[in-house]
């Protein structure tokens, strides 16, 4: 049985670390991408369960949720969750079409693995 994959998208390197060892102990093929316009062509050239977006790129500090409405828009069956401890940023991505997220402290939380489960 082949892993799902992935996309996990603008996180700096120490949470990029956290997401993958707790998505590759799931069972899931996790590919990086940094910016916007990384993940596009990432999405373009592959197929993912879920794409995991930070509110703000580490690397050039464009928005996750500017992303996330875009991907809803030309993908609209492309499960999508923010990863943020806003709520008010959570809410914003799920009125984008996102799945409900998750932020950074809840990621070794049962209930995030329980959410995460569905799509590894």
Sequence with gaps: MSSKKILSVGQCNMDHGSISSVLKGLGAEVTRAHTAADALKCLKGGSYSLV????VFDADGDSGLELIKRVKAEVPEQPVMLVSNYADAQAEAQAAGALPGFGKAAL??????EALKGYV
């Design 108 to 113: 070794g939380r049962p209930e995030t693995l």
């Design 52 to 55: 995991l977006v930070n509110r």
